[in-house]
């Protein structure tokens, strides 16, 4: 049978090459090329952070306006306390708050926060306390190969919760009319975990979103009347309990009207099980009204722990010393 | 005897056509009264969540009840619930209930939506609420005692 085919050596060299370049020069969307930011701050300040951008703006479509994602603590109130601009070869403009109403292409549904979450999670932090604020420029662009390079200037006002706080914050970038997607034309989308941030100089108890802690609290924020689910990981550092396989809950309540009850014995009621045979992690979840046998009328505001092994002698406290982790009973 | 027969096999034609009449009776179609939901009895929790995560296990829910009785409710062995104290409860809509309020003696009324479906062949009340912080949000399922 004759071929109709006919690609000689040369050609099918060039093709190959053209498709190569092809590839290469169509890869990747919106890209952080990289974040300047402080690496502390005191509760209050607000500081100043840079996310500078590329965007190569292949393939066609648009005009898309580009999104920008910051994940924080959700005590800091990000959408009242943040506020973001842009400088472009395009020209500058200003950065506002993605209404709920307006849902991203590809979340199925979701909103850009939950979206956010949903892709990207806690990118890298511990506390199931973050949340994902959503920003979108005032200006769309399309997509037609022109590169685009510029800077986010982000105002962050940090600590409105009043807590000390150690963070990893993350950013992410995409395009109204992509989202968290890749195709032929690349990835429309980057996102940038940044090393662990402090914020100094609060009231508030430390929060540490960065590194394991001995022990968490589920729900991050609770009150008295809510159930409380204490876990400590055996797994984070070697303890004096390391070994005991039956560890106990040895806590003092401080109430509204400064009075204290401690709850340190050894009985079921205190127990902490072991989640899985061989998990190292140990959980106890109680009401703290009913577990403190807190009157009508008094509420808890503070708890001080230590988690004991079944004598109650061996016992271990915030950040494996003899000093009591503390937890106060707050929603904000 | 042969007329005896025939009369027999009469009545038996005429039995069979009057039944065969009855069968074709055309059906009422009139709407049916909804029947009113009746929650009264004594409630159990067979499921619990918190913010999602299932706590069923984790919590001792096994002695506490929520009761119903003629328009009053009682918690017995409280836990953490929509309110503290015993009192008063109303259903939104007797027929087709989404709302149920709760109204502590000496306390202000609290609303709820509620759910009633028939899981099993068995009437499940799922009522969701925020005892403690309002970002904490609680799910029990209820199952009558005894049923």
């Known amino acids: ?332 | 005897m042969k007329n005896i027969y025939k009369i027999k096999k009469l009545h038996f034609l005429m039995v069979i056509i009057g039944l065969m009449a009855a069968s074709c009776k055309t059906e009422s179609v009139l709407p049916q009264k909804e029947a009113l939901k009746d929650i009264s009895g004594n409630w159990q929790v067979i499921k619990a969540t918190r913010n999602g995560t299932d706590l069923t296990t984790k919590v001792d829910f096994t002695q506490f009840r929520l009761k119903f009785d003629a328009g009053n409710y009682s918690l017995l062995n409280k836990l953490p619930f929509l309110v503290e104290k015993d009192g008063a409860f109303a259903l939104d809509d007797p027929e087709y209930p989404y709302k149920i309020t709760f109204t502590a003696s000496g306390g202000q009324p609290v609303s709820t939506a509620f759910t009633y479906p028939i899981v099993n062949g068995k009437r499940q009340l799922s009522l969701s609420f925020s005892p403690g912080c309002a970002n904490n949000t609680y799910v029990y399922v209820f199952q009558k005692v005894g049923e």
């Open chain 1, 1 to 332: 049978m004759r071929s109709y085919l006919h690609i000689k050596g040369k050609n099918l060299w060039m093709i190959c090459a053209c498709v190569v370049l092809g590839v290469v020069l169509a890869c990747c969307g919106e890209i952080i090329t990289g974040v300047d930011q402080p690496s502390t701050a005191t509760v209050g300040s607000t500081i100043d952070i840079t996310v500078h951008i590329d965007i190569p703006t292949v393939g066609d479509g648009g005009p898309d306006n580009l999104i920008l994602g910051i994940l924080m603590p959700k005590g800091w109130k990000g959408a009242q306390n943040t506020t973001v601009t842009y400088k472009s070869p395009l020209g500058d403009g200003t950065m506002s708050i993605v209404p709920e109403s307006s849902l991203p292409k590809n979340g199925g549904g979701l909103t850009w926060s939950a979206y956010m979450k949903k892709t990207f999670g806690l990118a890298g932090n511990l506390i199931d306390d973050m949340e994902w604020v959503p920003f979108q420029t005032d200006k769309a662009y399309t997509h037609n190969g022109t590169e685009i390079t510029g800077d986010l200037h982000v105002k962050l006002k940090v600590g409105a919760d009043g807590n000390n706080t150690l963070v990893k914050l993350g950013y992410v970038i995409t395009d109204t009319g992509n989202g968290f997607t890749s195709d032929g034309n690349g990835t429309y989308y980057s996102q940038l975990s940044t090393p662990c941030f402090e914020v100094t100089g609060g009231t508030g108890d430390l929060v540490d979103f960065c590194n394991p802690q001995l022990t968490i609290i589920d729900p991050p924020k609770s009150l008295d009347n809510d159930f409380v689910t204490l876990t400590f990981d055996g797994n984070v550092v070697a303890t004096p309990l390391t070994g005991n396989t039956e560890l106990y809950l040895c806590a003092t309540a401080y109430t509204s009207d400064n009075k204290t009850i401690e709850v340190c014995e050894q009985t079921e009621k205190t127990k902490m099980a072991q989640t899985s045979a061989t998990s190292n992690k140990y959980q106890l979840t109680f009401w703290p009204k009913e577990f403190f046998n807190v009157p009508d009328g008094q509420t808890i505001v503070k708890m001080e722990y230590f988690v004991t092994d079944k004598t109650g002698t061996t016992k271990v406290g915030y950040g494996n010393t003899l000093s009591p982790f503390v937890y106060t009973f707050k929603c904000e």
